[in-house]
C-alpha cells in the first residue's frame, strides 16, 4: 500500500517537472516572437519613414595576393680576402663599422723591394734621358761642322800672277792645279770623319733611346705592381667582419682563402627569401608588394619583386619514422626592392603581401548585400518597381564586393536596405 502511494507521488513529481519545462519553453517562445515582431514592427517603420536610396554600381580594382616571408638584407657585400703572394700585410686603414668610399685605401702589403726595385728603374730612365740629351747636342754639331766643310771652296789664284811673265804661266797653272786637287781630298777626308762620327752618334741616340723607353716600361710596371700593393675599396659601405687576427706583419699561407674584412654596401637595402613550387608558379619579377614587419608596428612599404631564380635549392624535410627516407623538397630564391628603406634594417624579418592579379569588375556597396554564402541577393529597379536579384559576389575591397554574375551596368539597386524590403514597391524619378 505505501510502496503504490509512493509511486504515485513519483508519478506526479515527473508530471509536474515536465509540465514547467513546458511552460518554461512557452514563455520563450512566446518572447522571442514579441522581440521579433517589435523588430519587424520598427524595421517596418523605418522602411516606411526612411526612403529607398538607389545607386548605379561601379568599376573598382580587385587584387589578389600572395603571402610570403623574406629577410632584409644589404643589396651586396664584398669580402676581401688577404692575398699572400703580395707578402705581409703592412698597414690597416679601417676600423670595424667605419664608412668608407669607393677608392678609399684598406690596408697596404709591405713593398719595400718593389720600392727600391723602381727607384733603380727612375734612376736608369734619367741617366738614359741625359744620354738622349748629349747625343742630340752632338748631332746637331756633328750636322753643322759638315755643312761648313761642304760649303767650304778653294781660293782662286789666277788673277794673282798677271803681272809675272809668260814664261812662268804654265809652272803656275800646275802648282795651282796642284793645290786645289790636295784641298778638295784633304776637304772630301773631313767630311767623311764628320760623316762617320754623325753615323755613331745618331746609333748611340737610338741606343740612348730604347733605355729611356726600357726604363719607362720597366718604371711604370713596377708602379703598378707598388698601386696592386695597396688595397682600395670597390664600393662605398660599411666596414664589417674586421678579421681581428690579421695585423700588421701578417702574412698567409699559400693557397690559404682567408678574409680580412667585408664592406656592407650603401645601396637601398633588398628584401630575400625563398619560395615553394607552387609559390613559384604565381610570384615573377615586376609584381607589386606591400611590406610589414613586426619590429615596426603599423607601418608598410611599398616595392616589387626584383628577380625570381629559376634554378631550385633543395631542403631535406625530416620523417618520423627512421626506416622511411627523408624527402627533399625544391625552394627557389627571389629578391625583392623596396622604394624606401626608412625604419627597416638588416636582419629584420617581414611579411610580403604579393600582387599575383589584379582586375577592374563592377562593384557595389557591401550594405547592398543581402543574404549568406551562395544564396546572396540585391535588390535592384526594374520597370519602376523593386525586384529581388540573385547575384555572384567575389572577393571584397574595403567597403565595397565583386559582382561577378546577376547584374548589368546600367542597373540601379537600393544602396543600404532593410531586411523587410516590400518586393514590387513603385518607384518615380
Same mark, same amino acid.
Given at each position: ?43 517596418? /517603420? ?34 676581401? %680576402? ?9 698597414e690597416i686603414f679601417v676600423k670595424e663599422g667605419e664608412t668608407v ?23 736608369? /730612365? ?18 753643322? *761642322? ?5 760649303? $767650304? ?10 803681272? $809675272? ?14 793645290? *786645289? ?45 707598388l698601386e696592386t700593393l695597396t688595397v682600395i675599396s670597390n664600393t ?37 627569401g625563398k619560395l615553394t613550387e607552387a609559390e613559384k608558379a604565381k ?16 607601418? /608598410? ?19 618520423? *619514422? ?5 624527402? $627533399? ?18 636582419? %629584420?624579418?617581414? $611579411? ?46 574595403? /567597403? ?30
Open positions: 500500500m505505501e510502496t503504490a502511494k509512493r509511486i504515485g507521488i513519483e508519478n506526479e513529481q515527473v508530471r509536474t517537472s515536465r509540465q514547467k519545462k513546458w511552460i518554461l519553453l512557452g514563455i520563450l517562445v512566446l518572447l522571442f516572437i514579441s522581440v521579433m515582431l517589435s523588430i519587424a514592427v520598427i524595421e517596418v /517603420k523605418k522602411s516606411k519613414s526612411k526612403p529607398l536610396v538607389l545607386i548605379n554600381q561601379t568599376e573598382k580594382k580587385f587584387t589578389k595576393t600572395k603571402t610570403v616571408s623574406g629577410r632584409v638584407v644589404q643589396s651586396h657585400a664584398e669580402t676581401i %680576402y688577404v692575398n699572400a703572394a703580395k707578402g705581409s700585410i703592412q668610399t669607393k677608392g678609399q685605401k684598406l690596408f697596404s702589403y709591405e713593398g719595400s723591394t718593389v720600392a727600391a726595385e723602381l727607384g733603380q728603374a727612375e734612376v736608369n /730612365k734619367k741617366l738614359a734621358e741625359t744620354s738622349v740629351t748629349q747625343m742630340k747636342e752632338q748631332i746637331t754639331s756633328l750636322e753643322q *761642322d759638315i755643312r761648313e766643310a761642304e760649303s $767650304t771652296t778653294t781660293p782662286d789664284t789666277t788673277n794673282t800672277t798677271n803681272t $809675272t811673265d809668260t814664261t812662268n804661266t804654265t809652272d803656275t797653272t800646275n802648282t795651282t792645279d796642284a793645290v *786645289d786637287s790636295a784641298n778638295i781630298a784633304t776637304k772630301a777626308i773631313t767630311i767623311q770623319s764628320l760623316q762617320a762620327e754623325l753615323n755613331k752618334a745618331k746609333a748611340e741616340l737610338r741606343t740612348a733611346e730604347l733605355n729611356v723607353e726600357k726604363n719607362t716600361l720597366q718604371s711604370e710596371k713596377l708602379k703598378a705592381e662605398a659601405g660599411v666596414i664589417s667582419n674586421l678579421n681581428q687576427n690579421v695585423g700588421q706583419g701578417f702574412r698567409a699561407k699559400e693557397n690559404q682563402q682567408l678574409a680580412i674584412m667585408q664592406i656592407a654596401s650603401n645601396d637601398p637595402f633588398q628584401i630575400e610570384i615573377s619579377s615586376g609584381q607589386s608588394i606591400t611590406v610589414t614587419s613586426k619590429v615596426v608596428a603599423n607601418k /608598410k612599404w611599398k616595392g616589387k619583386i626584383a628577380e625570381v631564380s629559376n634554378y631550385p635549392t633543395y631542403k631535406t624535410t625530416a620523417k618520423k *619514422d627512421k626506416d622511411t627516407q627523408q624527402e $627533399t623538397s625544391p625552394y627557389y630564391s627571389f629578391k625583392a626592392s623596396i622604394d624606401s628603406q626608412k625604419g627597416l634594417y638588416p636582419g %629584420y624579418n617581414t $611579411t610580403l603581401d604579393v600582387i599575383v592579379q589584379s582586375k577592374q569588375l563592377l562593384a557595389v556597396p557591401e550594405t547592398s548585400i543581402m543574404g549568406f554564402g551562395k544564396s546572396t541577393y540585391v535588390y535592384v529597379q526594374k520597370k519602376g518597381k523593386i525586384q529581388k536579384q540573385k547575384v555572384e559576389t567575389g572577393q571584397s575591397e574595403g /567597403k565595397w564586393v565583386a559582382i561577378l554574375k546577376g547584374l548589368k551596368e546600367e542597373d540601379k539597386l537600393v544602396e543600404n536596405p532593410s531586411w523587410i524590403v516590400r518586393i514590387g514597391t513603385l518607384l518615380f524619378d
